[in-house]
């Protein structure tokens, strides 16, 4: 018998997977969109320290309690998304702060989620380049790693570490090109 | 969304941090801890003198259940207590 792990389930299994009950699909989940939640959170309404943190348990927290409700199970990324907009949106309204978006969806704030969107793309084929190169990227890009601290991590000379991210940046750019040629975007959204 | 130079691809890996370790591992132990809440929960409904001790000390019954005591979680029991 073959098991699949977890972590390479699509999304829609990962939702029903959830829905049955399955703590390790929900740690996925939870894995798979965490720096989305934080992203929208910290960068398109600015949210810091206690008031982030407040909003990306909620989030998460209304996610787990409405899995139910989200109409089609390959929609989470639009669907977090709006739910996250709209946590943050409630957090500001309550503290009586200025809201940076309006009725229509055409603010400073849903720039900043376009954004976002285009980076978790990224991010996914980041997921489809193999470990060596996702991770060498992620250190150096995400964490702001030195080539330093990343040699010493990875145990290789600096210099093969450069290296290492301009090969890795070249088949990160060959894998969206392939992505956006075998799916135009098409989201939807149920919250 | 149009083509993708490696300048724009180093932009957009930027603009993903990875979140609080901490708050990824609250979230990801959300079921669990509703779990426990619910069983002090259910306990409550049954006895006055529980529900008054938990409300007197939530941290406290939030750990007895064997949750980690997050301010999310014990204003989650709060919540539940008072409705």
């Known amino acids: ?7 390479d389930l699509p999304d829609a299994a990962i939702v029903q997977r959830c829905r049955e009950g399955d703590h390790e699909a929900w740690a996925e989940l939870v894995e798979r969109y965490a720096r989305y939640v934080y992203a929208i959170a910290t960068q398109a309404f600015r949210l810091d320290g206690h008031d982030a943190e407040d909003v990306f348990q909620d989030v998460f927290a209304r996610a787990y309690e409405r899995l139910h409700t989200l109409r089609s199970d390959d929609a989470v990324r639009p669907w977090l998304g709006q739910m996250t907009r709209n946590c ?4 500001l309204r309550a503290s009586g702060r200025e809201v940076p978006v309006d009725e229509v969806e055409d603010s400073p704030a849903d720039d900043v989620i376009d954004q976002l969107d285009d980076a978790f793309a990224v991010r996914q084929a980041l997921g489809q380049l193999g470990e060596d190169c996702a991770e060498v990227l992620d250190r150096f890009f995400c964490r702001d790693e030195s080539y330093r601290t990343i040699g010493e991590a990875l145990d290789l ?3 093969t570490i450069a290296s290492r991210i301009s090969r890795c940046l070249g088949k990160l750019r060959a894998e969206m090109g392939r992505n956006m040629a075998a799916q135009p975007s098409s989201s939807q959204v149920n919250e | 969304m149009t083509g993708y130079d490696e300048e724009r691809l180093a932009t957009l890996l930027r603009l993903l941090p990875p979140a609080p370790e901490g708050w990824v ?8 801890a509703r779990a426990g809440l619910a069983t002090i929960v ?32 014990v204003e989650h029991l709060r919540r539940h207590l008072r409705a």
Not at chain 2, 25 to 32: D, I, T
Not at chain 2, 47 to 73: F, H, K, Q, W
Request: aromatic content about 2%; overall charge negative; hydrophobic content about 35%.
């Open chain 1, 1 to 7: 018998m073959t098991t699949t792990r977890t972590g």
């Open chain 1, 88 to 91: 943050c949106v409630d957090h």
């Open chain 1, 157 to 159: 000379p600096p210099g």
């Open chain 2, 25 to 32: 591992e609250a979230a990801q132990e959300l079921p669990r």
């Open chain 2, 42 to 73: 259910e306990r409550a409904e049954r006895d006055a003198a529980y529900r008054a001790a938990v409300l007197a000390d939530l941290e406290a019954a939030v750990r007895e259940a064997g949750v980690e005591p997050r301010p999310s979680v």
